[in-house]
């Protein structure tokens, strides 16, 4: 009455879980193998000649993280990951992120029922209203500086470099993203210059260095805000610059240059009038102001689940069609729109690499956990600003027609005589 | 029984019809005086101590002219000046709208109520199907060549032309509009080519001559394709260079860099995802795109009533805010967006001066009305420019991440080699 298979028979599987079944229907660009949960072993796809690198082996701990995975990726991949449950066997990280994010549709979705649920859904998640936009900052700003210190530049600039050359170091590319942004501020002597989301104040310095004006940088983090003064203090640029606790909403009073670098990000859409209408209120009437956030290219979306409970609690990354209307309506020229893609990539894959040849340290002081946490939050930024549509935006902004020059070729010769390439004396 | 009353006792009378009393309320800057209807004269506002052009004298010829522009400005001071029922005793047409627009709010208008309205009428002024399209075109591009020569530059762009310096003349500023053009196309050779509205070809010329690519151009009017017809065999360039009577909606294959100025105006919005739609499915995978049109800073609104009855039927100046969603959802990316600000304001006092240097020869053919209604049109958009928030908007689209340079560099080293200013080697 016994029956015997003879299980060599079936040289691979069939996919039977729901995760394994998922996969076999998504994955079409590159392969990806399973180890486990137990003994289950199962491969999807194949490698593309082109693309050797996405060949990837991944070990599931137990049933539980299969499920948890299958059923909404977008947190638990990050959370496996974190928590060891899923372990990379064969490739990296960042190949297990790209072979996700090229099999699933990757920037051009056009479904309407998604768009309206994931509008419905970012409202909830950025209502940063003062209390909570300072909670918010806290959780990842005030973190403290040695993880900082061992992954970002000397001059601590968190957020997209500026490669104005492929060859250019960290360093370098980020000098050069200050000199890009501080030649479209079209900065004059004695102009009072206003630095939303100042950081450890890196920009604020540069500019108050450059003896342009009166700079004023704010933030909602007490441990970046001590890092800037103390800076300040150190090269005795106290009296050109000053540094301010303060939410964007409390601000009166009228600057000439407003700047703000990666902080638009953290405003969230309901906040997004007052934003600019805080900006239009703020600039004089010839004042130019410049806005530096990352942005997406395939339309409203809803942030990463991940990245919203490890890394940005009330983050939302724009599209253009959710920030040019507000513009618009708060009576502000838009004077230039700059499309900055892949150089956030670059910067991400820099800071992964001195992250990881400071491990040991890092690891010391935050663990083993965090570390995985700051790596796949590294690897999963990067990965989306080479396969899903992500962008940083720089938008110049006036009150008035002719606040800036006709033609761009301005931007340059200041770009150029910030770093000394040519003699060339600032007209403006 | 009889009372006398000292008129000289009253130095100005206090306003008493209907227009009167909506000019002494809305004129604070510049002063506009009124001659009639009869013996009326009144005078409204002040001129400015730095605006002293801003004094204007006009005459109305009847109370019902003085009625229609109460009731209907935006319609009626064109009719009215056309008719010659509205003469200008002092000062010159462009000081008299420029009173008019900086007195009725200028760009910055957040009715919503208002808004809600335009975007109902402007559905209905934009239904451009296909045949509708072909006659809107007809009304205004198939008058006949001697109208064009008269004002435009050699080449014939009728666009706004790029004063890459203040002092080009008009042909200068054509020839670095089709270069800075050209720059954002990075062309290189043996492509397809496709210029969506060729006008009488001068683009598709321009880039055929340079030996770069295969250059289709199409245009709904008959007397601009037997003009660009006719231009492509003078100078033996008709191998490189072909062009049709088409709509856009009717093209199929696929295009490596796709250009067009100054059509997207004639689109209507209710076709906006038709037209971008149509550009992605034409467009290689490492394709490149470059709309340029005219846009207004302040948001949606409704084209002046008169332009659309004399001058544009179906025409429509967009907001970014109503490009950019429809660019997004034909998942195509923005890869940079260029505002220019008041070089069509140069351009269009250039026309105006050389229609008013030919005003005889083209009275000859068209009559008198015809060259105050041209007059206008030139004046009002010009003045438009200036002072109510309209630009032009160069939007460079692509479809993959790579399409297109990290920075914006090669724009000014590819123009810079069509005009010969360096020995560059075009590198790309």
């Known amino acids: ?18 995760l394994e079944r998922l ?65 990379i066997e064969q490739g990296r990280l960042e190949d297990l992120l790209e072979i996700g994010l090229r099999n699933t549709g990757g920037p051009s979705r056009r479904n309407l029922l998604r768009r309206g649920l994931r509008r419905l859904l970012h409202r909830v998640h950025q209502a940063n209203s003062g209390a909570r936009a300072r909670r918010n900052v806290a959780a990842h700003y ?16 968190y957020s997209c470099a500026y490669f104005a050359t492929p060859d250019l170091t960290l360093e370098q590319a980020q000098e050069a993203k200050k000199a890009h942004l501080a030649a479209k501020l079209l900065l004059r002597a004695g102009q009072r210059v206003l630095d939303i989301g100042c950081g450890w104040g890196g920009l604020a310095l540069t500019l108050a260095r450059a003896g342009q004006g009166q700079v004023t940088g704010i933030t909602l983090s007490a441990e970046q805000l001590a890092v800037a003064r103390r800076r300040a203090e150190a090269e005795e640029l106290d009296h050109r610059v000053g540094f301010a ?44 102001a410049v806005i530096h956030s990352i942005g997406r290219m395939d339309g409203p979306g809803v942030t990463s689940a991940w990245i919203r409970k490890y890394i940005f609690p009330g983050g939302y990354v724009p599209a253009l069609s959710e920030v040019l209307p507000v513009v618009e309506r708060a009576g502000l020229w838009v004077t230039d729109v700059e499309i900055l893609r892949l150089h956030y990539a670059e910067t991400l894959r820099h800071w992964r690499a001195r992250f990881t040849a ?15 946490m700051w790596m796949f939050y590294l690897a999963a930024s990067e990965m989306s600003f080479r396969h899903d549509g992500l962008m940083v935006f720089q938008l110049q902004l006036a009150r008035s027609v002719d606040a800036v020059p006709l033609t761009r070729d301005y931007i340059d010769v200041r770009e150029d005589a910030a770093e000394g390439r040519h003699a060339v004396a600032d007209s403006a």
């Not at 009455?1 to 729901?18: I, K, L, N, V």
């Not at 005030?142 to 600039?157: E, G, H, I, K, T």
């Not at 400071?358 to 995985?372: H, P, S, V």
């Open 1 to 18: 009455m016994s029956t015997t298979y003879d299980f060599a028979a079936f040289p691979r599987r069939e996919p039977t879980t729901f």
């Open 23 to 87: 996969l076999a229907r998504q994955i079409r660009i590159g392969r990806l193998t399973v180890l486990g949960p137990g003994p289950r072993e199962h491969s999807f796809g194949t490698v593309p000649p082109d693309a050797p690198h996405l060949d990837v082996v991944v070990r599931l701990r137990d049933r539980r993280t299969a499920w948890k995975i299958a059923f909404r990726p977008g947190l638990y991949v990050g959370e496996a990951y974190m928590d060891g449950a899923l372990t």
């Open 142 to 157: 005030d973190l403290s500086d040695l993880l900082y210190v061992n992954f970002l530049d000397a001059d601590r600039q």
């Open 245 to 288: 606790l303060a939410d964007y909403r409390w601000l009166t009073g009228r600057f000439d240059r407003i700047v703000s670098v990666g902080m638009f990000e953290h405003v969230g859409t309901p906040y997004y009038q007052a934003f600019f209408d805080k900006i239009a209120g703020l600039l004089t009437e010839d004042g130019v």
């Open 358 to 372: 400071n491990l040991d340290a890092i690891r010391e002081k935050y663990g083993e956990r965090f570390c995985r």
